[in-house]
């Protein structure tokens, strides 16, 4: 079993910066892909940033250029930097890996911007 530990979520003001991070416990190294999707209030969850082992990385359309991603594969840690947060990022980030066979979603942490 594959279990995504999430750290980093809460609140933070317009045009602050909060830094997600996620560890996969296992060490079997099936993991090819980790990174992040959210879900807001009436919307289908949508892809945030992924990122491979290789350190190929994909971003959603409306974080493009404001939000990074990193990964440090010795600590199988998937990191999100992001910047210039607005109201509109305000959902619940949940952490996802990817292997030949799964997916796995960490449990979700609320992330809120607001003044």
């Known amino acids: 079993q594959v279990h995504l530990v999430e750290s980093g979520g809460g609140l933070v003001q317009p045009g602050g910066s909060l830094r997600l991070s996620c560890n996969a416990s296992?060490?079997?190294?099936?993991?090819?892909?980790m990174g992040w999707h959210r879900q807001a209030p009436g919307k289908q969850r949508e892809l945030v940033a992924m990122?491979?082992?290789?350190?190929?990385?994909t971003y959603g359309n409306s974080v493009q250029g404001r939000f990074t991603i990193s990964r440090d594969n010795e600590k199988n840690t998937v990191h999100l930097q992001m910047n210039n947060v607005q109201p509109d990022d305000t959902a619940v980030y949940y952490c996802k890996g990817a292997d030949l066979a799964h997916d796995y979603w960490g449990q979700g942490t609320q992330v809120t911007v607001a003044s």
């Open positions: 990122i491979t082992r290789r350190g190929g990385i």
């Open positions: 296992e060490t079997d190294f099936t993991i090819y892909a």
